[in-house]
């Protein structure tokens, strides 16, 4: 019997160290780990000992003889990954982190931003060093796109909170929260109180469709309804047109599906989930019934993950809809398709699209349809949303999607791009305007080349909105080895504020600060609301309720 990694998969890496056997590929120091839309266990080679299913912080490991119908294909997608890639045994150890001598005293390091890039950080900085971190954050509460970003019927990939909550109980960890840099303190006050500061704050805007229309009443970023439905303080009174029976969204990553999924799955399922009440309420209401995903692009080059793709197989209720006419690839794509060495992910994509392609419909369902190749050139309308207009596209050699003059409307009054996020910039910090990131070298922030002392990134604004929740781990213990290698080498200059200064300095010019005692009070009524509701928890989504829980 051998375990098996499925759908909810984090990319977190933490069970590739703690297999005995060294079964779980990629490593994190192999090349193909940074476009790895999941790990994978060699079945031939499994022990069967269970010490990845206590180091996954996402529940995503089962044994094969436990595996739900729903994620049965997983036992020959973990096959399949290996008779590409034939497991190798030479496996070195990682080295032992440096640690720092204990005679240069406490590192005191300031994080900015609690989401996922911030807490691996945290995490990371608490197993090396005698250590003091605060963690500041504009929300009154943690956990950035854990909390505010994955879908609500994603429950198993929020756990990765629990296992922060639990590495961060020791007061070696502050937190300040309700705390908005530039306005309660400023980066300069920051280093004064810190040996160094990394900043983590995500990529919190999103890229332009560049067409005419975009802007009308109806039309709105994937991101603002992301938000808007889990309850994020600053999206709670946004208001999105249900009342047509046809949203298409533009673009088809793991968001798009996030998004068709909460919009046509059934409410009552929902209502079992963490969503925020208002968005049940409005999802009750609603009248969709078809969700059109446009890529622009092939099957093959799909933004979407296959686990994400095969997981819409089960959903209740909802037809996914393919136009066979969409499968039949150009010669480019055909030529990868034929490969023998293809990548069995990319297999894997085409051959679920084809499924979907032949699968039985059901009037009475609802409908997610997929629709390739696809560029929008207008969102119709004069004071709202009443359709799009897109081109037809023909891939290039290089894969690169190029519109004809073919063209085709869509009736719609909810038009949602989801085209991809992009940082904005720090305030004191150097920025790179194309690529929306801070320029770093191994998270070390620069300026012209040279490093600036002292500050240091991690996360989306480091290297760009790509990977998973768990990419951040790889990445946040990057940007702490070179942290640490500074303070080791003496380039950190010392704090002239210690922490009861900077918590003296926080309490008096922002009152309504919400420390680590704050946070458990709003945890705790979160859950306790959803206890008796069935639900994992129920959220306060305003600042106000936020702040008033906070205060018991």
Known sequence: ???????????????????????????????????????????????????????????????????LASLGRYREINAEYFRRHPLETNFDPLATPVRPPKSLGTLRVAIVGAGPAACYAADELLRRSDVEVEMFDRLPTPWGLVRAGVAPDHAG????????????????????LNVEIGEHIDHRELLEHHHAVIYAVGASSDRKLGVPGEDLPGSHSATEFVAWYNGHPDFAEREF????????????????????RVLTVDPDELAKTDIADHALDALRRSNIREVVILGRRGPLQAAY??????????????DVVVDPADLDLDEHSRAILDDPNIEPSLRLKYQLAQEYSTGRRDPANKRIVFRYLATPTEVLGD???????FAHN???????????????????????????????????????????????????????????????????????????????RIDAEETVE?????????????????????????????????????????????????????RPRVKFTTRADLLKAAKG
Not at 14 to 20: D, F, G, I, L
Not at 37 to 50: A, R, V
Not at 305 to 318: D, Q
């Open 482 to 534: 070179a942290l640490i290698d500074d303070f080791i080498a003496g380039r950190l200059t010392n704090p002239t504020g210690d922490r009861a200064a900077l918590r003296a300095l926080l309490t008096e010019r922002q009152p309504d600060l919400v420390d680590r005692a704050a946070w458990k009070t709003i945890d705790q009524a979160e859950k306790a609301a959803g206890k008796a509701a069935g």
């Open 241 to 260: 047109d249900l009342s047509g029976e046809r949203a298409v969204i533009v673009g088809n990553g793991n968001v798009a599906l996030d998004v068709a």
């Open 1 to 67: 019997m051998a375990y098996v990694i499925t759908q909810r998969c984090c990319n977190d890496a933490s069970c590739v160290t703690e297999c005995p056997v060294d079964c779980i590929r990629p490593t994190p120091d192999q090349p193909e780990f940074a476009t790895a839309e999941m790990l994978y266990i060699d079945p031939d080679t499994c022990i069967d000992c269970g010490a990845c299913v206590d180091a996954c912080p996402v529940d995503a490991i089962f044994s094969e003889d436990d595996l």
């Open 157 to 176: 990939t929020k756990n990765v909170a629990t296992m922060f909550e639990s590495a961060f109980r020791r007061d070696t960890l502050q937190y300040y």
């Open 305 to 318: 993950s296959s686990p994400e793709f095969l997981a819409l197989t089960h959903l209740k209720g909802v």
């Open 383 to 389: 004071d709202h949303v009443t359709g799009i207009e």
């Open 394 to 472: 023909e891939l290039t050699a290089d894969l690169v999607a190029t519109p004809t003059d073919r063209t085709e409307r869509l009736d719609t009054g909810l038009v949602l791009r989801s085209i991809g996020y992009r940082g904005v910039p720090v305030p004191g910090l150097p920025f790179d305007e194309r690529r929306g990131v801070v320029p770093s070298e191994h998270g070390r922030v620069l300026v012209d080349t040279q490093p600036l002392p002292g500050v240091y990134v991690a996360g989306w604004i480091k290297r760009g909105p790509r990977g998973v929740i768990g990419s951040n």
